[in-house]
């Protein structure tokens, strides 16, 4: 075990505890994310590129396909169900994903993930069945799953706390792009024989680019020390924070073994799963936790984002216009450069400020999606046609600016022992949205009308908006050992915002 040099730690803030204060330490003398950082965000983040992809390529697939897979062309309740199946997937891994993180480690996780989409992929680009599309989407759901948790936990425990935000918003970036990319394919080759094909198919080509990067990345800190290997985690951090001397390392290493001291060597399996359950539950900070984490991932999906990127070419083709598949790149590219703007300002504006003040604008922005689509049969149709593409595109860009990526900050909510499965059931939660989105978006349009339905979705991100704004704290800028000690006597969101001000005036 290694000691802890007394002169290492530097004094403690009043807003904090000692148990992290060489953590921010480290924070002070490092200017910029190091090579190590920066390596695995990018490879990490590919499997953000995936999941963007795959949610990209089935909008075009669906308007493509044909009559490829049976006798006649797609019926909304076929496309409903291949939409689906990769959601549900995904929410069925996505209750083992923290387990599994656990067990193997961050990176092993990964590779995992990567096999899984390769055999969803090669089933979907030979389907001459509905049968064999939705199981070929399913298995991809269950990579996609693991690795919706597994990519935004590897960066956030790897990064400093504060490039943090930013490093775990180049995740969100990653999946904006994957749909922009996968939008302008299926522009480009949906008319070719067989293109949708080959709009899946190239899916593989990031899949094995990252399965053949992550070999020669190691594991986080956290993790290894929850594994007792300590020489390991000091080579890491030594390369996370290359001008930090020794003894500091050592005493870093020495504060996160004390506060996330996770098991002891005899304990089972059993006894493993019924306290982590029974800590999550049964302790109020925890409880709180858990509760902002599944509230803003159930607020991501039934808000409607996730059923606009997958069905926005059948919205397009619905209401007129010619090249559906080409209007839709509109909106992917209008989340990719807002979800730019967020990392360059989510640190220094705040994760709570960037939510407050993009959900009014987006909830004004669905309430005029209702309106566009109730006077498409009016007189003035084709400018009513336009209208809706422009408030479709300020629903993606106040969505990308908050919701579309602070939602995915969930694993700086949870101590080490909880960080997995806490993740896990806030990432269900969002799978588990995404599912019953899309599986009802089509219909709910053809039975109670678009404009209704975006109703809906406006209603249910004012009900959000009040939620957040009572329970969801400022976490910029805090150590991740630091949340659980802020949320113990209630959500605090005035003393959130305290310590963020001091923060702010630091930094």
């Known amino acids: 075990m290694h000691s802890l040099s007394l002169e290492a730690q530097p004094r403690p803030r009043t807003t904090s505890t000692a148990s992290v204060v060489t953590g921010e330490a480290l924070d002070l003398i490092s200017d910029s994310p190091s090579s190590l950082v920066w390596r695995l965000t990018f490879t990490a983040s590919i499997l953000g590129f995936l999941f963007g992809y795959d949610t990209g390529y089935i909008s075009s697939v669906l308007v493509s396909i044909g009559s490829d897979l049976g006798n006649a062309a797609l019926t909304i309740k076929q ?56 199981i070929g989407r399913l298995i991809m759901g269950f990579g996609i799953g693991i690795g919706s948790l597994a990519a935004p936990l590897y960066i956030s425990e790897l990064s400093p706390g504060k490039f943090r935000g930013r490093l775990v918003t180049m995740n969100c970036l990653a999946i904006t792009g994957g749909q922009l990319i996968a ?14 094909r080959y709009i ?50 050592n005493a870093n290493i020495d504060e996160l073994q004390l506060m996330n001291k996770v098991w002891l060597d005899d304990d089972t399996l ?10 999550l539950f049964k302790i109020p900070s925890n409880r709180r936790s858990l509760i902002i984490a599944c509230g803003l991932q159930a607020t991501q999906q039934f808000i409607g984002f996730n059923a606009l990127m997958y069905f926005s070419s059948s919205i397009f083709q619905m209401v007129g216009f010619e090249n559906s598949t080409f209007v839709s790149c509109f909106i992917a ?30 909830c004004l922005s669905q309430i005029v999606c209702a309106i566009s689509f109730n006077s498409l049969n009016s007189s003035n149709e084709d400018i009513w046609k ?18 579309g990526n602070i939602p995915w900050q969930q694993s700086e909510l949870f101590t080490q022992k909880l960080r ?23 219909s709910l349009m053809e039975s109670i009308s678009p404009s209704l339905t975006f109703l809906f979705f406006a209603f249910n991100t004012l009900i959000s908006f009040i939620f957040i704004y ?21 959500f605090n969101v005035a003393e959130s915002m305290a310590i963020y001000d001091e923060y702010r005036q630091i930094h």
């Open 270 to 279: 059993i006894y493993k799963i019924k306290s982590t359950f029974n800590e």
């Open 333 to 362: 590219g209008t989340n990719f450069i807002v979800t730019i703007l967020a990392i360059f300002i989510i640190d220094s504006v705040g994760r709570r400020k960037m939510l407050l003040y993009s959900m009014p604008a987006l």
């Open 420 to 442: 997995g499965v806490g993740s896990s059931l806030s990432t269900a939660t969002n799978w588990f949205g995404s599912m019953i989105i899309s599986f009802c978006f089509l």
């Open 79 to 134: 496309s409903e169900y291949i939409s689906s199946a990769t959601s549900f997937g995904a929410l069925i891994t996505s209750f083992l994903a923290g387990l599994l993180v656990d067990l193997i480690g961050r990176k092993y996780t990964v590779i995992i993930c990567d096999l899984l989409f390769i055999i969803g992929v090669s089933l979907q680009f030979t389907a001459h069945s509905v049968f064999q599309m939705i």
């Open 200 to 249: 899946v198919l190239i899916s593989l080509i990031p899949c094995l680019i990252q399965l053949w990067s992550i070999f020669s990345l190691p594991d986080t800190p956290r993790y290894l020390i929850m594994k007792q290997r300590y020489d390991d985690a000091f080579k890491v951090l030594k390369k996370i924070y290359p001008l930090a001397s020794d003894s500091l390392l």
């Open 470 to 490: 009572f329970t969801y704290p400022e976490l910029t800028g805090l150590q991740l050992e630091q949340v659980q000690d802020l949320l113990k006597n209630g």
């Open 183 to 196: 939008y302008s394919i299926g522009a480009i080759m949906s008319n070719w024989h067989n293109g949708w």
């Open 386 to 403: 336009y209208i809706l593409l422009i408030s479709l595109m300020s629903f993606v860009a106040f969505y990308s600016i908050g919701l």
